[in-house]
């Protein structure tokens, strides 16, 4: 489908309704979106961007790595780790899909949206959204899963918004260390803090992600970040 102007021109537009209309700016993206015969920002967003195989993002990875996929709202974080997970799929491991965010109908509606059957990975994929997801409740559930899993946490800021959950850097630490020594691969969704202006960088970077609680981001092996449709990706030195 073409589109009326350039993404980011697009973009632009939904800042101003957002200030205008004095609506989030999620909601003003959804509205242009609209406009251009999408159901909604993500889904044009998917369609746009230059499709990244899944075969290829997986084969960036290696079993124990611990990875972060940031971007604002609507740029397609939750799209790109499911595409890790595909890609995880086809090469003949499991996934997990652990989500203190979105419903099981949002979840699997986003295979469709990223041109993928669900149905054909039934055996291999496991979705999981329980309130009482942490990082414990993550090793318990994957203790006995086979090298190379993929488990994708649904988000990082949210994982020790409970009182009763351990500190997020304890979790993440833990969630490490089980990653290296099992061989599954732990991919985090990550917010980006609303100070990110696309205007100075095209793509946020460590600086960027949003910690409302202490976390050494060094932990992290691999690293995605997107914006308007672009994907940077880095490794660890």
């Known amino acids: 489908m073409r589109l009326s102007a350039p993404v980011y021109h697009l973009k632009r537009k939904a800042r101003l309704l957002s200030r ?8 003003a993206l959804d509205r242009v979106a609209a406009r251009e015969g999408f159901q909604g920002w993500s889904l044009l967003a998917a369609k746009t961007q230059a ?14 790595d611990l990875v972060l996929v940031g971007a604002r709202p609507g740029q397609g974080k939750t799209l790109m780790s499911l595409k890790l ?5 086809k090469a003949g491991n499991r996934s997990a899909f652990f989500t203190l965010e979105d419903t099981e ?4 509606d986003r295979f469709r949206i990223i041109g993928v059957d669900q149905a054909e990975f039934r055996e291999l994929f496991e979705l999981d959204s329980s309130d009482a997801i942490s990082a414990d409740y993550i090793t318990r559930k994957l ?19 409970k009182r009763e959950k351990p500190e997020l850097m304890t979790q993440v630490r833990a969630l490490k260390a089980f990653a290296r020594d099992k061989g599954v691969i732990v991919v985090f969704i990550s917010q980006i803090d609303r100070s990110y202006d ?3 960088k095209p793509l946020p970077d460590l600086d960027d992600v949003r910690l409302p609680n202490p976390l050494d981001l060094a932990l992290f092996d691999k690293l995605f970040f997107l914006h308007a449709g672009k994907v940077q990706y880095k490794a660890a030195s």
């Open 20 to 27: 205008q209309q004095n609506i989030p700016l999620h909601a």
């Open 51 to 64: 499709a990244v195989p899944a075969d290829d993002l997986f084969s960036l990875l290696s079993p124990g």
């Open 85 to 89: 997970a595909v890609g995880a799929m």
């Open 105 to 108: 109908k949002v979840v699997l």
């Open 143 to 161: 203790a006995s899963v086979p090298r190379g899993t993929l488990a994708v946490v649904d988000y990082l800021q949210i994982l020790d918004q």
């Open 198 to 200: 696309p205007a100075l």
